[in-house]
Nanobody
């Protein structure tokens, strides 16, 4: 049974930082492209960042320069480091693991940016 579990969501003040973790119980984890998505209330889910199996990264324009994504393959974990957080970053953050036709989602972790 594949499990993708996010953690690290919290309430943080504007300008603050947070690190999200995603642990995936997936065989051959290193072969998966790992992504973070987010969904704010009343909005569609949107892609935040991706790290592919080769370690290449891509970021949405709205987080470039503020967020980084990295992975620890032996731990089967991917991280999203979020700096300079803004109120607009408030959302449920989801982890996604994808390889060919295989596609797995976690249940999300809430990030709230507010003073």
């Amino acid at each position: 049974q594949v499990q993708v579990v996010e953690s690290g969501g919290d309430l943080v003040q504007p300008g603050g930082s947070l690190r999200l973790s995603c642990a995936a119980s997936i065989f051959f984890f290193s072969n998966y492209d790992m992504s973070w998505y987010r969904q704010a209330p009343g909005k569609e889910r949107e892609l935040v960042a991706t790290i592919n199996s080769a370690g290449g990264t891509n970021f949405a324009d709205f987080v470039k320069g503020r967020f980084t994504i990295f992975r620890d393959n032996p731990k089967r974990t991917v991280y999203l480091q979020m700096n300079s957080l803004e109120s607009e970053d408030t959302a449920v953050y989801y982890c996604n693991a994808r390889r060919n036709s295989l596609n797995f989602w976690g249940q999300g972790t809430q990030v709230t940016v507010s003073s």
